[in-house]
């Protein structure tokens, strides 16, 4: 498969990381038949998670009917998953795919509390991702928010494939 600016599944950023056989909880939180959910590596934000599907696509339609008909009932589960475990108020759920090397599609799932400041709201939510300002978020915490999300998106019945 092409992607529009000439490269190659092979020149994807995404597809190496989804092949990783013992990932840490924060690059495997949840695994299903058709998409794996992870901590964003780059987050200045405690929680910021995205979910990408398994096989390499570009587009949202691209997506077959069963990728299509697992991804509703899965933003909803790390949503609310997101919501127990960080106490957000809301979650962002953006879908870009145009850095270099990450056109593969993923869903940008941002936990949205009541304080966070004006000036990281809406779409300035990206100001907390991959800010060399800021402190990325330490791998153990990572983690531990995985586990935690990852055992409640259990409770509701949403488990490795």
């Known amino acids: 498969m092409t992607d529009p600016a000439g490269g190659t599944e092979a020149a994807c950023g995404t597809c190496p990381r989804l092949a990783w056989t013992s990932p840490a909880p924060r690059d495997r939180i949840v695994a299903t038949?058709?998409?794996?959910?992870?901590?964003?590596?780059?987050?200045n934000l405690e929680g910021w998670l995205?979910?990408?599907p398994r096989r390499h696509v570009l587009s949202l339609d691209e997506f077959d009917?069963?990728?299509a008909s697992e991804?509703?009932?899965l933003m909803r589960g790390v949503t609310a998953a997101l919501r127990a475990t960080t106490g957000c108020e809301k979650t962002y759920v953006l879908l870009l795919a145009e850095s270099e090397g990450f056109q593969h599609?993923?869903?940008?799932v941002v936990p949205r509390s009541r304080?966070?400041?004006?000036?990281?709201r809406g779409a300035r939510i990206f100001g907390l991702l991959g800010n060399p300002e800021l402190e990325v978020v330490a791998?153990?915490?990572?983690?531990?928010?995985?586990?935690?999300v990852r055992d409640h998106l259990a409770h509701m019945g949403i488990t490795e494939a």
């Not at 599609?105 to 940008?108: L, M, T």
């Open 50 to 52: 995205v979910v990408v």
């Open 115 to 120: 304080d966070l400041p004006d000036a990281y």
């Open 33 to 43: 038949s058709r998409f794996v959910v992870a901590h964003a590596f780059n987050a």
């Open 65 to 67: 009917d069963t990728e």
């Open 139 to 148: 791998p153990e915490r990572m983690d531990e928010i995985a586990i935690a």
């Open 105 to 108: 599609v993923h869903f940008h």
């Open 71 to 73: 991804l509703g009932p």
